[in-house]
């Protein structure tokens, strides 16, 4: 199948990017009472659904800003596979549905690292260039290596999959990787007694 990666502009994307993180932020949010017996999981779960909230927020300033002066993005494009937006859209609502039947922890972590391996969250730190505030692109970055980094703490503490951990593991390094990334990846404190999934 031919791939379907081309120039994008801002505009183009920036809707679809929109539908994602809103969708995102409502599987989260649907985590928060699933496990609210667990102070704990509850907290991570409202963590990354406040998180997802931030990015739909600065995607909503961004198309603001457009609007009122779209000779910004005339020239800035996105390298995107436009498939990406039609695989998260059919991946995402698989797991709503899922998720309303109920699931475990570590299925829920599965979740998470599924979609936070995509493109998804490279584009919208991309998109953060309209503002042209080097300063608000690089806080995005680090919110998403802390929250990677929580994410792969969960793991380790709530499950024994090693290799779901290795690929949290992995995105931490990615994020911390990126050029306009400046955190320093956040050191995983020391494991405490496991929980049961819940």
């Given at each position: 199948?031919?791939s379907?990666?081309?120039?994008?502009t801002?505009?183009?994307?920036?809707?679809?990017?929109?539908?994602?993180?809103?969708k995102?932020?409502?599987?989260y949010a649907?985590?928060i009472?699933?496990?609210?017996?667990?102070?704990?999981?509850?907290?991570?779960?409202?963590?990354?659904?406040?998180?997802?909230?931030?990015?739909?927020?600065?995607?909503?300033?961004v198309?603001?800003?457009?609007?009122?002066?779209p000779?910004?993005g005339v020239?800035a494009?996105?390298r995107?596979?436009?498939?990406?937006?039609?695989?998260l859209?059919?991946l995402?609502a698989?797991?709503r549905?899922e998720?309303r039947?109920?699931?475990t922890?570590e299925?829920a972590?599965?979740m998470?690292?599924?979609?936070?391996?995509?493109?998804?969250?490279?584009?919208?730190?991309?998109?953060l260039?309209?503002?042209?505030?080097?300063g608000?692109?690089?806080?995005?970055?680090?919110?998403l290596?802390?929250?990677?980094?929580d994410?792969?703490?969960?793991i380790e503490?709530?499950?024994?999959n090693?290799?779901?951990?290795?690929?949290?593991?992995?995105?931490?390094?990615?994020?911390?990787?990126?050029?306009?990334?400046?955190?320093?990846?956040?050191?995983?404190?020391?494991?405490?007694?496991?929980?049961?999934?819940?």
């Open positions: 199948m031919p379907r990666i081309r120039n994008t801002m505009v183009e994307v920036l809707g679809l990017a929109l539908e994602l993180e809103r995102t932020m409502a599987l649907g985590f009472p699933a496990f609210a017996s667990d102070d704990e999981l509850r907290q991570f779960w409202f963590n990354m659904a406040r998180g997802e909230a931030a990015h739909c927020g600065a995607l909503m300033l198309e603001t800003i457009l609007r009122d002066d000779d910004l020239d494009t996105i995107f596979d436009m498939s990406t937006g039609v695989r859209r059919s995402l698989g797991y549905r998720q039947r109920g699931v922890a299925r972590f599965e998470a690292v599924d979609l936070e391996s995509s493109e998804l969250e490279d584009v919208v730190v991309d998109l260039q309209v503002v042209r505030d080097p608000w692109r690089d806080q995005a970055v680090k919110m290596v802390h929250d990677m980094g994410l792969s703490y969960m503490k709530f499950t024994d090693t290799e779901l951990l290795a690929r949290a593991d992995a995105l931490v390094e990615s994020r911390v990787a990126r050029p306009q990334g400046t955190a320093k990846k956040k050191r995983r404190r020391s494991p405490r007694k496991k929980k049961a999934s819940a």
